[in-house]
């Protein structure tokens, strides 16, 4: 394949979700996989809705998945590309004014309903004279502007959908632009993708009819090339198969970040659930990214469960390496000789990455010691192995309490770690041990 440029394109008129992450991370993904260029452009031409302080926090969600843009447009920078546009579909008479309220369309609809026809425009507006048209004009009705689709059943090799077609004589002629002048999404969007050379559009189903429409104006448009390829993935459904909704915020990026979950564990999810490989945690994107199939997505709704967040966060820490977590732990001034030590001994105990503050305090801070037997406590304190320690020192200093005490199981073990550490369970104390050192081990034990 020639290399491939795709583009993702939110509203910026609220938070982005989970499932606007799984539009993004496949054509993010399905750019790296084939060496091509991944777009974000927000389409905002709904001027009304749209705000910079979303478009800000699309970008810094993204950032935050580690979803990188080639290059970012904005539509609303691009009017004048739009209306060059709609000044040759109005010239090949493939746009043209219409003047009814909503109230009206509304009206024709349930007559044309209530004899059993689909509610499909009548084109009453093409019928209209010059006089008829100037009259209204002159009573100040702004028209809005319909495509005139031809009545072809378009048809087209969806990547995920295979072969797919839609017959357009069963669709309305879509509104363009609106009578206050403001483009609707389906000319901005296919300018875009022909200025931007977009050649593979992959976005949800529920734009599955938006494409028929669409195909007619690439051929209007851009007579010479062809359209781009379409896929079309099914979209994340909740457990009882409810859509998510941008507006409400419902498991907006935004809130699972501030829950802790990890954002790898939000991409494995958001790729990987209704497709044929399961969902499992990963190190890296490009680790999803490379058995990321189109192929491999299921025409059925990709059903999740929000839950399953948590268990995906605990596996992708216990994934990761020092190196890819460096950066955070340094931004938690965990640094120095103990940083990586610590890191590979606690990632596999951690729900949450700020877990390891707690194992950082351990091994590094202050914690009020438990001490449940404080006469145990004293005695295993004094058989304390003088220092270096390693690893292979914990197993010599308990196997000389148990000799010692005659203690062994959880009767030797818990004392010591509730001493040590302050908590029953956590990470392997032949790995913490050593990093505590000896001054504070014993410290903890004994006043
Ligand atoms: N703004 C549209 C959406 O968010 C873009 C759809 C498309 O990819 O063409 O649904």
């Given at each position: 394949m020639n290399s491939p440029i795709v583009r993702f394109a939110p509203s910026p008129t609220g938070l982005i979700h989970i499932g606007n992450a799984r539009v993004a991370l496949f054509n993010f993904l399905f750019a790296r996989a084939n060496h091509g260029r991944f777009i974000l452009r927000f389409d905002d031409t709904d001027f009304a809705r749209s705000t910079e302080a979303f478009a800000r926090a699309i970008e810094s969600d993204l950032a935050w998945l580690s979803v990188v843009p080639d290059a970012i447009f904005s539509q609303s920078e691009r009017s004048a590309q739009y209306e060059a546009a709609a000044a040759r579909l109005k010239a090949a008479g493939r746009l043209y004014p219409c003047y009814e309220t909503p109230e009206e369309l509304e009206k024709r609809r349930k007559i044309q309903q209530a004899r059993g026809r689909p509610p499909v425009y009548d084109r009453a507006a093409l019928k209209l004279s010059d006089a008829e048209r100037s009259r209204l004009e002159s009573d100040g009705v702004r028209p809005h502007w319909r495509f005139k689709l031809e009545p072809d059943v378009i048809e087209w090799r969806d990547l995920i959908r295979g072969d797919s077609h839609i017959?357009?004589?069963?669709?309305?002629?879509?509104?363009?632009?609106?009578?206050?002048?403001a483009f609707l999404y389906t000319l901005p969007s296919v300018v875009d993708d022909i200025d931007m050379r977009i050649t593979h559009v992959i976005r949800g189903e529920d734009h599955v009819t938006n494409t028929a429409v669409q195909i007619q104006l690439f051929h209007a448009l851009a007579p010479d090339a062809p359209p781009p390829i379409f896929a079309h993935h099914n979209l994340l459904v909740g457990a009882s198969g409810e859509g998510l909704s941008k507006r409400t915020g419902s498991l907006s990026l935004a809130s699972l970040r501030s829950e802790g979950y990890e954002p790898l564990a939000v991409a494995a999810l958001a790729t990987l659930t209704?497709?044929?490989?399961?969902?499992h945690a990963v190190r890296s994107l490009a680790e999803l990214g490379a058995r990321f199939d189109l192929a491999h997505v299921s025409r059925n709704p990709a059903r999740f469960n929000p839950a399953d967040l948590a268990t995906l966060t605990h596996r992708t820490l216990a994934l990761l390496e020092f190196d890819d977590v460096r950066e955070r732990l340094a931004a938690h001034e965990i640094v120095g000789h103990k940083a990586g030590p610590l890191w590979r001994a606690a990632r596999g105990n951690l729900e949450r990455f700020d877990d390891i503050l707690i194992w950082w305090r351990v091994i590094a801070g202050d914690i009020v010691p438990v001490r449940e037997d404080p006469s145990f406590l004293a005695e295993a304190a004094q058989l304390l192995p003088t220092e270096p320690w390693d690893e292979t020192t914990w197993l010599q200093w308990t196997d000389s309490v148990k000799t010692a005490t005659g203690r062994k199981g959880r009767a030797l073990f818990h004392p010591l770690r509730l001493a040590l550490t302050a908590v029953g369970s956590g990470p392997e104390l032949a790995a913490l041990l050593p990093l505590i050192g000896r001054a504070t081990a014993r410290r903890r034990m004994i006043d």
């Open positions: 017959d357009c004589s069963a669709l309305s002629d879509p509104v363009l632009i609106r009578a206050d002048g209704g497709s044929s490989d399961n969902v």
